[in-house]
């Protein structure tokens, strides 16, 4: 319900689903709001969902929700 599974949708979901995102992802975190990743080749980090208290790194008074990855 906060974009944490950046399928560009703010709806709920209750089964597995594919992401519809072309990153290669070699590490996931998720937090409660909010998902990172570390992605190949470049070990770069995207994250997507609630930056309401800044767990995005952006400031959290420009960008509150991200429903698709953004880099970091």
């Given at each position: 319900s906060n974009g944490q599974l950046g399928i560009n949708s703010l709806?709920?979901?209750?089964?597995?689903t594919v992401l519809p995102m072309a990153i290669n992802a070699t590490s996931l975190c998720a937090g409660s709001a909010h998902t990172c990743a570390i992605v190949s080749p470049d070990s770069g980090v995207r994250c997507w969902g609630s930056n309401s208290k800044g767990q995005l790194?952006?400031?959290p008074l420009n960008t509150t929700l991200l429903v698709t990855p953004c880099d970091i």
């Open positions: 709806i709920s979901v209750v089964s597995p790194g952006l400031n």
